[in-house]
């Protein structure tokens, strides 16, 4: 199936390949840089969402195809799985673009690109978003490089995990949260909700169905003990749209009540009240450590997915905010941990001017710096790192841009 460019502008073409909605998110803006960078003289190709293609990026196919859960139905779709692979890479090398983007999904986009380096090793492939090498199957950093030319990272610490592994060159462009940093922080006036009663308590039991359902009842027996040491609380439960009624149900028989927020706006408005955070482990822990909410985090898995993942697992920590911050001051219980009295005795204490609380706001003060913010935005800083390893980026677009990556 061809694929039209999004215009006849001559200029750079760029192929984007996204493999699930994640990558679609971070492909939106990233166009949008392109085109700022370029003057529009840039055209596309691509695999992505409704994101990318309300940037004029149609998709060879429905990312639907790819969304595939549980091992039965890998197996199941495998054959349209690999199809879908081929044709992706077959449009590549057809399209002969000056250079090839892969975005996340590592066990689709790097299959893909390993077949396009196989058949046209002319055209610069850049993986935006650097797969976990640093926390399991290391040996894939240094697969890599036979097939990936630049790695552009969310995390700061990134870059130099790659180079101890062998892997390809990275550059750290910045996580895609920094740009939601007003959403998330404070505005003027507002900063006096954060102290006072009742206090806001955010509860993040996870996106996906399986985590709702092995953390929300043990969340909510964890919120009634922290109620009857503390006293009244306002919790707060941030849901994706298409799961806000199974997180509705969840929430419904606990012992204090909750407000399950869906849109938008509204849990931007409450992560800037939030006094602290009960969250499963996951990217939230990230979003709560840059709104400056103090936190507890916690996570289960079924005991097959806890002796894999022991096995598997090379970090000490699997919360983001300890890793970006090089320290252990978010609290984490994993597994037999995870328990209502031990979320409770260490989530309580957060709701007070405590030393638990202290620490963690002074470490969360640090991370401006440690991850950039207030520089480059995050799309802006990969198109740079694109153009230049197409080798596109002239002199006067360099000369427009506030610093290099």
Same mark, same amino acid.
């Given at each position: 199936?061809?694929?039209?460019?999004?215009?006849?502008?001559?200029?750079?073409?760029?192929?984007?390949? #996204?493999?699930?909605?994640?990558?679609?998110?971070?492909?939106? /803006?990233?166009?949008?840089?392109?085109?700022?960078?370029?003057?529009?003289?840039?055209?596309?190709?691509?695999?992505?969402?409704?994101?990318?293609?309300?940037?004029?990026? /149609?998709? =060879?196919?429905?990312?639907?195809?790819?969304?595939?859960?549980?091992?039965? #139905?890998?197996?199941?779709?495998?054959?349209?799985?690999?199809?879908?692979?081929?044709?992706?890479?077959?449009?590549?090398?057809?399209?002969?673009?000056?250079?090839?983007?892969?975005?996340?999904?590592?066990?689709?986009?790097?299959?893909?690109?390993?077949?396009?380096?196989?058949?046209?090793?002319?055209?610069?492939?850049?993986?935006?978003?650097?797969?976990?090498?640093? #926390?399991?199957?290391?040996?894939?950093?240094?697969?890599?490089?036979?097939?990936?030319?630049?790695?552009?990272?969310?995390?700061?610490?990134?870059?130099?995990?790659?180079?101890?592994?062998?892997?390809?060159?990275?550059?750290?462009?910045?996580?895609?949260?920094?740009?939601?940093?007003?959403?998330?922080?404070?505005? @003027?006036?507002?900063?006096?909700?954060?102290?006072?009663?009742? /206090?806001? =308590?955010?509860?993040?039991?996870?996106?996906?169905?399986?985590?709702?359902?092995?953390?929300?009842?043990?969340?909510?027996?964890?919120?009634?003990?922290?109620?009857?040491?503390?006293?009244?609380?306002?919790?707060?439960?941030?849901?994706?749209?298409?799961?806000?009624?199974?997180?509705?149900?969840?929430?419904?028989?606990?012992?204090?009540?909750?407000?399950?927020?869906?849109?938008?706006?509204?849990?931007? @408005?409450?992560?800037?009240?939030?006094?602290?955070?009960?969250?499963?482990?996951?990217?939230?822990?990230?979003?709560?450590?840059?709104?400056?909410?103090?936190?507890?985090?916690?996570?289960?898995?079924? @005991?097959?997915?806890?002796?894999?993942?022991?096995?598997?697992?090379?970090?000490?920590?699997?919360?983001?905010?300890?890793?970006?911050?090089?320290?252990?001051?978010?609290?984490?219980?994993?597994?037999?941990? %995870?328990?209502?009295?031990?979320?409770?005795?260490?989530?309580?204490?957060?709701?007070?001017?405590?030393?638990?609380?202290?620490?963690?706001?002074?470490?969360?003060?640090?991370?401006?710096?440690?991850?950039?913010?207030?520089?480059?935005?995050?799309?802006?800083?990969?198109?740079?790192?694109?153009?230049? %390893?197409?080798?596109?980026?002239?002199?006067?677009?360099?000369?427009?841009?506030?610093?290099?990556?």
């Amino acid at each position: 199936m061809a694929m039209s460019a999004t215009s006849a502008a001559p200029g750079p073409h760029i192929f984007l390949v #996204a493999g699930e909605e994640s990558g679609d998110r971070l492909g939106a /803006p990233l166009i949008a840089a392109l085109r700022r960078l370029c003057q529009d003289r840039v055209h596309f190709s691509g695999v992505g969402g409704a994101q990318m293609a309300a940037q004029g990026v /149609p998709s =060879l196919f429905p990312l639907g195809d790819l969304a595939i859960i549980g091992i039965g #139905a890998i197996i199941a779709r495998l054959p349209a799985i690999l199809r879908r692979i081929r044709e992706t890479a077959d449009a590549v090398i057809a399209a002969k673009p000056d250079v090839l983007v892969i975005i996340d999904s590592p066990e689709f986009t790097h299959r893909v690109a390993r077949r396009v380096r196989k058949r046209a090793p002319w055209i610069p492939i850049v993986d935006y978003v650097c797969p976990s090498v640093w #926390a399991w199957r290391p040996g894939r950093a240094k697969a890599m490089r036979s097939y990936v030319d630049h790695v552009l990272t969310l995390l700061p610490f990134e870059p130099a995990e790659l180079q101890r592994l062998g892997g390809p060159p990275g550059t750290y462009v910045g996580h895609p949260l920094i740009e939601q940093i007003a959403d998330l922080r404070p505005r @003027a006036g507002e900063a006096a909700r954060r102290l006072a009663d009742p /206090p806001v =308590l955010l509860v993040l039991p996870g996106s996906r169905s399986g985590e709702i359902r092995r953390l929300a009842a043990l969340f909510g027996t964890t919120v009634g003990a922290v109620a009857r040491r503390y006293g009244a609380l306002d919790v707060v439960v941030p849901a994706v749209p298409r799961l806000a009624e199974t997180v509705k149900a969840a929430v419904a028989d606990w012992p204090v009540k909750a407000r399950v927020v869906v849109d938008p706006e509204e849990k931007h @408005a409450a992560y800037r009240a939030a006094r602290a955070a009960l969250a499963k482990s996951g990217t939230s822990t990230l979003e709560l450590a840059l709104a400056g909410i103090p936190m507890v985090a916690a996570y289960k898995v079924s @005991a097959l997915e806890e002796v894999i993942g022991r096995t598997l697992i090379k970090i000490k920590t699997v919360i983001l905010g300890n890793l970006v911050l090089g320290e252990m001051v978010i609290p984490e219980f994993l597994q037999r941990a %995870c328990t209502a009295e031990n979320l409770a005795g260490a989530l309580e204490p957060l709701l007070h001017d405590s030393a638990e609380r202290r620490r963690q706001l002074e470490a969360f003060s640090r991370l401006d710096v440690v991850m950039g913010i207030g520089q480059r935005a995050p799309s802006d800083a990969a198109a740079v790192v694109i153009l230049k %390893c197409a080798k596109v980026l002239n002199q006067p677009a360099r000369e427009g841009m506030a610093s290099g990556p």
